[in-house]
């Protein structure tokens, strides 16, 4: 295999800490936000505009969210999913230190990408593909082609890692090799399998 392509959102990140903030940003509970902020996201990741996603959040609270709201909840959200593991991180410098082309495919909206694009962990990707930016997201077929396409290679010398079954599903429907991730320790045995860490 020549690439591994890693998921980032509670691969080689954290999942988000700012549910509190956002929540208390529109002045409602946490336990009413996170519904409304997970049921509009497929959207948001495929591409809809930062405004009109808070919107629609605002919309199933009853709330109508203003463009200043908006901004100030799209940098609440950026800096909450920002967070990375470290033994993740680790695991990537040693992928690259070993030889492996890495690259990251994720679903995250537009907004996320020009953030995630800036931090120091991007440096030993070759490549980082952002669903927002494709109008498409995983587990559709057409990212897999567009990923394999920017790769200039073939789907079988990929190694996709993700947490989500789903996407592994869909990463070896489309011809990658695919493995579920929990942690970057648990993922490093399959990887020294495939010859791929010392």
Same mark, same amino acid.
């Given at each position: 295999?020549?690439?591994?392509?890693?998921?980032?959102?509670?691969?080689?990140?954290?999942?988000?800490?700012?549910?509190?903030?956002?929540?208390?940003?529109?002045? +409602?509970? +946490?336990?009413?936000?996170?519904?409304?902020?997970?049921?509009?996201?497929?959207?948001?990741?495929?591409?809809?505009?930062?405004?009109?996603?808070?919107?629609?959040?605002?919309?199933?609270?009853?709330?109508?969210?203003?463009?200043?709201?908006?901004?100030?909840?799209?940098?609440?959200?950026?800096?909450?999913?920002?967070?990375?593991?470290?033994?993740?991180?680790?695991? +990537?410098?040693?992928?690259?230190?070993?030889?492996?082309?890495?690259?990251?495919?994720?679903?995250?909206?537009?907004?996320?990408?020009?953030?995630?694009?800036?931090?120091?962990?991007?440096?030993?990707?070759?490549?980082?593909?952002?669903?927002?930016?494709?109008?498409?997201?995983?587990?559709?077929?057409?990212?897999?082609?567009?990923?394999?396409?920017?790769?200039?290679?073939?789907?079988?010398?990929?190694?996709?890692?993700?947490?989500?079954?789903?996407?592994?599903?869909?990463?070896?429907?489309?011809?990658?090799?695919?493995?579920?991730?929990?942690?970057?320790?648990?993922?490093?045995?399959?990887?020294?399998?495939?010859?791929?860490?010392?």
């Amino acid at each position: 295999m020549r690439w591994v392509v890693f998921d980032y959102g509670e691969v080689i990140s954290h999942r988000t800490d700012a549910l509190p903030d956002m929540a208390a940003a529109l002045g +409602v509970p +946490v336990a009413d936000f996170e519904p409304a902020y997970w049921a509009e996201r497929d959207a948001y990741d495929r591409g809809c505009p930062h405004q009109e996603y808070w919107r629609a959040v605002g919309a199933r609270l009853g709330l109508a969210v203003d463009e200043a709201t908006a901004e100030r909840l799209t940098e609440l959200d950026n800096r909450g999913w920002l967070g990375v593991d470290p033994d993740a991180v680790r695991l +990537v410098e040693d992928l690259r230190a070993a030889g492996s082309r890495l690259a990251l495919l994720s679903n995250a909206p537009v907004p996320f990408a020009r953030a995630a694009e800036r931090q120091p962990w991007t440096a030993s990707f070759e490549h980082l593909v952002f669903s927002g930016d494709l109008a498409t997201a995983k587990p559709d077929p057409e990212i897999w082609d567009e990923l394999v396409r920017r790769l200039d290679t073939r789907p079988e010398a990929c190694l996709f890692l993700d947490d989500r079954q789903v996407n592994v599903d869909a990463a070896q429907a489309a011809g990658l090799h695919a493995h579920r991730w929990s942690d970057a320790a648990s993922a490093r045995p399959r990887l020294r399998e495939l010859g791929l860490l010392p």
